[in-house]
């Protein structure tokens, strides 16, 4: 039975365990500045998309310090790792204090915020007797979730850090998160990865029938990051992409059906919200295609149909607005907890009473 862990892609191994780190030389030599100027800051942030190698980073740093490396080279050297990377990789070295989200056992899912008494620990971690390591190492997984009262309680530790005690929070957006933290961070910024960097990353992971077409395919749908390929290959999301493609360029003839199939189909998420999301995601994905090919009359990696051969300059703007629309659904359903199965049906509905003069030849 796989490990459960909040702050991990399922059927992936966790970011600690990640033998090298793909792309974000400028975050890794910003780190390595501060470090050899031997006055290296005690909290720092790494921000960036979901699924670019945030944690990775940050187990790295981790490595690197508590070994004692002055590269980031030297940590992925390491084909016998050492006793002190071990103990990380296993989460025994107590020198190190990982926050994140809890499972609870009684309702079998996990928690939807770090809690407070999460953040808690942090207090007793640093008062317990010195080990060895230079330095104590907190890593919050992710910084976005924490509640509001945790959010005040890490605060406080912030404004008086302990001594010795380095803090690294890992975010997707910084906008929620309080100011009076992210000023008291040093910022390592994150960016999606290049097509090199990303083939890379993804052919490390050894997925099965992985080919060269699929591969830029999963690139582009996911800009560069691979945690979302990963999610996007495991939910056979090129293959959904390719059918909304289809029910939008009006290619499919049996609109109704199909849509109501790809929104009712069985999924392996972990709930019925979480495929619906996704499948809003790949929705918005494929109209943003369409809209982008139709403006720039380029041909378009992921759709299969010469669209910008249109002579009409201007079917770009219902995709356009179809798009503002869908997202607007989205976030009031989102706040309101209503059925996203209805609220993707009746997207569905929208798109094609604004398109239905637009078919694409």
């Not at 996990?110 to 640093?126: A, G, P, T």
């Not at 139709?294 to 149909?305: D, G, R």
Request: charge should be positive.
């Amino acid at each position: 039975m796989e490990e459960l862990e909040a702050d991990k892609i399922p059927n992936v191994s966790h970011p600690r365990k990640n033998k090298k780190i793909y792309g974000h030389n400028s975050a890794k030599n910003s780190f390595l500045k501060s470090l050899q100027s031997e006055k290296l800051h005690h909290a720092w942030l790494i921000h960036g998309p979901r699924g670019v190698g945030k944690a990775t980073l940050a187990w790295k740093i981790v490595k690197l310090l508590q070994n004692g490396f002055t590269n980031f080279e030297k940590v992925e050297e390491e084909n016998q790792l050492s006793l002190i990377s071990k103990r990380i990789e296993a989460l025994s070295e107590q020198s190190i204090l990982l926050c994140r989200r809890q499972f609870e056992k009684s309702k079998k899912k996990f928690l939807k915020e770090i809690s407070v008494d999460e953040i808690r620990k942090i207090n007793h971690f640093f008062s317990l007797s010195s080990t060895k390591a230079k330095y104590r190492i907190v890593i919050i997984d992710n910084i976005n979730e924490l509640s509001i009262s945790a959010s005040n309680a890490l605060l406080k530790i912030l404004e008086e850090p302990p001594s010795n005690g380095i803090f690294i929070l890992i975010s997707e957006n910084k906008r929620s998160v309080l100011p009076t933290i992210i000023s008291r961070c040093r910022i390592l910024e994150c960016n999606f990865l290049d097509f090199d960097h990303f083939e890379k990353a993804i052919l490390s992971l050894s997925i099965k029938n992985l080919s060269n077409e699929k591969i830029t395919k999963l690139f582009y749908m996911s800009e560069g990051s691979v945690g979302k390929a990963l999610e996007i290959q495991q939910h056979s999301g090129i293959d959904i992409f390719d059918k909304l493609v289809q029910i939008l360029i009006f290619e499919d003839t049996q609109n109704d059906e199909n849509i109501w199939e790809l929104i009712t189909a069985k999924h392996n998420f972990e709930t019925t919200k979480d495929y619906h999301k996704f499948l809003f995601n790949l929705l918005l994905s494929a109209i943003a295609q369409i809209s982008k090919s139709l403006v720039t009359k380029q041909k378009s990696f992921l759709i299969n149909t010469n669209i910008n051969n249109t002579n009409d300059d201007e079917k770009y703007f219902p995709y356009s607005l179809i798009y503002s629309i869908i997202i607007e659904d989205l976030n009031e359903a989102l706040k309101v907890n209503l059925s996203l199965a209805d609220i993707l049906f009746t997207s569905f509905l929208k798109i094609n009473k604004i398109t239905k003069d637009l078919k694409l030849e």
